[in-house]
């Protein structure tokens, strides 16, 4: 027998009496729920890419909980409808074993959970520990499972009062279909129009007046060469708060020397916010015109740079750039959103798409009418959203390798179109996590370049495509797939800052690896979704500079990525 049905509590009504009409404080719960609830809640605190705290975790093992409880139900209303019986009341005793594995199993899965935490920041030397927060995971964990378990009998409660009055007009099965799509839509409707709309529209509006401000130790540029600076065709008060850090900052002449030990050049910087020009084309020729005037491509190394949400772009990105090629270079990049980068990698996809495209469309259609001997190398580059907007100017391996001297993508989020061709059609045995396409000819991929690139027994000539992705970035491998299909990546042999007691779980893995995603930054370099240092090594094999050695390579590392005090 199945037990499947609360049992009542002392003081409460028997089966089949009517009960008195009273609010309770904790919903009443049924057994099969229950143990669907226990056995995901258990299993959130399995490891997933990044260490996470208390909180985190309660948030992680309070939605799972709510999936299980779901999934229970749901799996006892099928079990009955083949056993063709109706619920019944389970057992006081029923309830006693489900306490006692609740406490047992709730125990051992919390205390693995701390261990393989502890593993996961000593893999990537994070030193932050919170016990207060660990302690508050479990009734973070209730909080949110009874906040989603009210919240769906609302709607429940909302499809049968609609079903009721459906059934006025007409058939009650026909009332049940059309009730649950009534609702279902309003849901929809409520979460993506009123909710997620509305929150994205007031972040929209918090980080546009945030975007006025001007980054500390950020100062206006003296020279001609920077967007803002004397006789620029964008204004100063137009680049918007990444621009404006842009373009007032960055290496001089004297610094790259110093580093070369030669005479060194000037780099160019150009840049448009969105207070430039309404519309993104327009924004790329003003950038582009201000690249020109500037001399921008009269310099031996052209960079086209997409930016991530908010109009950031890395400084160690295009530092490195400029240091390896002794300042003869000029960069370019356009603002295309208010929002941070992980909020932009949400909802922001489609303008990303058209600020790459428009902005290297701009630059190539400037570039191509040079002469031939007078044309400077092109290069894109782009993190995060950037590599997306980057991917899509060009459309595929021979595009690439036709229209630029060389690219680096960094941390390209996992829907990245080209980023998945060049993945799922990898050459057969090589892995997941560091794929080899066509043998490596064009396309390449490390989550260390200073390691290798493999395959390192095959020709890399021509232009060179890198990809930088860290085993540990969930940037790189979230999707909405990994719900229901486990990915080669998790079946493979980690990477060196994974552990092997990663696995993947239906459902679970998935919310894991979504709690992972605003996070992504708060590591060491080297892990989650940083990559300063690995650039510096990356433009290195890209560009193919002369004259550096290991060790110019390693203190350049140092200048662009200082190690933390």
């Known amino acids: 027998m199945t037990d499947d049905q609360p049992a009542p509590a002392p003081g409460e009504p028997a089966q089949g009496e009517p009960a008195p009409r009273a609010h309770r404080l904790v919903p009443?719960?049924?057994?099969?729920?229950?143990?669907?609830?226990?056995?995901?809640?258990?299993?959130s605190f399995t490891p997933s890419l990044l260490p996470r705290g208390g909180v985190l975790q309660g948030l992680v093992c309070g939605i799972g909980a709510a999936i299980g409880y779901g999934l229970g139900v749901i799996a006892a209303y099928v079990w009955r409808a083949f056993a063709d019986r109706d619920a019944r009341t389970p057992s006081r005793r029923s309830w006693l074993v489900l306490s006692v594995c609740a406490v047992v199993l709730f125990g051992v899965a919390f205390g693995l959970g701390q261990y393989w935490q502890h593993r996961i920041r000593e893999l990537m030397g994070v030193t932050d520990y919170s016990a207060l927060a660990t302690v508050a995971c479990p009734f973070v964990a209730v909080l949110v499972f009874l906040l989603l378990l009210l919240a769906g009998r609302g709607l429940r409660a909302l499809y049968s009062r609609a079903a009721d009055l459906l059934d006025r007009w007409i058939g009650r099965r026909a009332a049940q279909v059309v009730g649950w799509l009534l609702v279902a839509g309003l849901?929809?409707?409520?979460?993506?129009?009123?909710?997620?709309?509305?929150?994205?529209n007031a972040s929209n509006e918090a980080f546009s007046l945030r975007d006025t401000e001007t980054p500390e130790g950020v100062h206006q540029p003296t020279s001609s060469l920077r967007s803002g600076g004397p006789g620029s065709l964008v204004p100063w008060d137009s680049l918007g708060r990444e621009g404006r850090a842009f373009t007032g900052k960055g290496p001089t002449a004297q610094e790259i020397g110093a580093f070369t030990h030669r005479t060194a050049q000037e780099p160019v910087r150009a840049y448009a916010g969105l207070e430039t020009s309404d519309d993104t084309e327009t924004r790329a020729a003003r950038a582009v015109a201000d690249l020109e005037r500037a001399g921008g491509?009269?310099?031996?190394?052209?960079?086209?740079?997409?930016?991530?949400?908010?109009?950031?772009?890395?400084?160690a990105a295009v530092d490195s750039f400029e240091y390896l090629g002794n300042g003869d270079s000029a960069s370019v990049a356009i603002q295309y959103s208010y929002l941070p980068s992980w909020m932009s990698y949400l909802v922001d996809q489609s303008k990303a798409r058209e600020a790459g495209?428009?902005?290297?469309?701009?630059?190539?259609?400037?570039?191509s009418k040079l002469p031939q001997d007078q044309r400077?190398?092109?290069?894109?580059?782009?993190?995060?959203?950037?590599?997306?907007?980057?991917?899509?100017?060009?459309?595929?391996?021979?595009?690439?390798?036709?229209?630029?001297?060389g690219t680096v993508f960094a941390g390209p989020p996992n829907f990245n179109t080209l980023f998945r061709e060049f993945s799922d059609h990898r050459d057969a045995g090589?892995?997941?996590i560091e794929p080899v396409y066509r043998e490596g000819r064009t396309v390449?991929?490390?989550?260390?370049?200073?390691?290798?690139?493999?395959?390192?027994?095959?020709?890399?000539d021509g232009t060179r495509v890198l990809y930088l992705m860290h085993p540990s970035d969930p940037i790189v491998w979230w999707s909405p797939r990994l719900a229901l299909s486990e990915p080669d990546w998790i079946g493979e042999k980690p990477g060196t800052d994974v552990l092997g007691a990663m696995v993947w779980i239906p459902f679970v893995t998935?919310?894991?690896?979504?709690?992972?995603?605003?996070?992504?930054?708060?590591?060491?370099d080297g892990h989650g979704h940083t990559y300063k240092a690995a650039y510096v090594d990356a433009w290195n094999a890209v560009m193919r500079p002369d004259g550096f050695t290991a060790q110019d390579l390693d203190r350049l590392q140092n200048i662009v990525s200082p190690p933390p005090e």
Do not use: H, I
């Not at 849901?187 to 994205?200: E, K, P, Q, R």
């Not at 491509?297 to 400084?315: H, I, Y």
């Not at 998935?510 to 060491?524: E, H, I, K, R, Y």
């Open 444 to 460: 390449r991929f490390t989550d260390d370049p200073a390691t290798g690139l493999p395959p390192a027994d095959r020709p890399w």
């Open 297 to 315: 491509l009269e310099r031996e190394n052209l960079l086209v740079m997409t930016t991530t949400g908010s109009g950031w772009v890395d400084p």
């Open 357 to 367: 495209r428009d902005l290297f469309d701009a630059v190539y259609d400037k570039w």
């Open 187 to 200: 849901a929809w409707a409520a979460f993506s129009g009123l909710l997620l709309n509305g929150f994205v």
């Open 510 to 524: 998935f919310w894991q690896v979504t709690a992972d995603l605003p996070f992504s930054t708060g590591v060491p």
């Open 28 to 43: 009443r719960l049924t057994l099969p729920g229950c143990w669907g609830a226990l056995l995901l809640a258990c299993l």
């Open 430 to 432: 090589s892995p997941e």
């Open 376 to 405: 400077p190398r092109l290069f894109v580059a782009g993190e995060s959203l950037g590599s997306f907007g980057g991917e899509t100017a060009f459309s595929g391996e021979y595009d690439l390798r036709n229209r630029t001297a």
